[in-house]
Nanobody, 121 residues
Framework: QVQLVESGGGLVQPGGSLRLSCAASGSIISIDTMGWYRQAPGKQRELVATITTAGTPNYADSVKGRFTISRDNAKKSVYLQMNSLKPEDTAVYYC???????????????WGKGTLVTVSS
């Protein structure tokens, strides 16, 4: 029914940049807050950034000033521009969204399968 698909991950050197994209598809009625989470090896999944439908962002302190989250409601997509990347940013990045679908007439959390970001020299 509903799925989120991430793209844009890859290998980048410290100080470099990457832009992640996530597109929602399926029988979608409405999308509320969208966001990005990440999970590094041996660590728990943590919030990176969220953005409301109106465009209000929220960032983890560790990425504030370096990452920028944005969304395109018409395209049902959310993006994460990552600049000044550090080795500690290495993780699988997951797209998340609260979505109301035709199957469930209430908001549900959906997750993408993740895209790997590796920051290494």
């Amino acid at each position: 029914q509903v799925q989120l698909v991430e793209s844009g991950g890859g290998l980048v050197q410290p100080g470099g940049s990457l832009r992640l994209s996530c597109a929602a598809s399926g029988s979608i009625i409405s999308i509320d807050t969208m966001g990005w989470y990440r999970q590094a090896p041996g660590k728990q999944r943590e919030l990176v950034a969220t953005i409301t439908t109106a465009g209000t962002p929220n960032y983890a302190d560790s990425v504030k000033g370096r990452f920028t989250i944005s969304r395109d409601n018409a395209k049902k997509s959310v993006y994460l521009q990552m600049n000044s990347l550090k080795p500690e940013d290495t993780a699988v990045y997951y797209c998340n969204a609260a979505i109301m679908s035709t199957m469930f007439l209430r908001y549900m959390d959906y997750w993408g399968k993740g895209t790997l970001v590796t920051v290494s020299s």
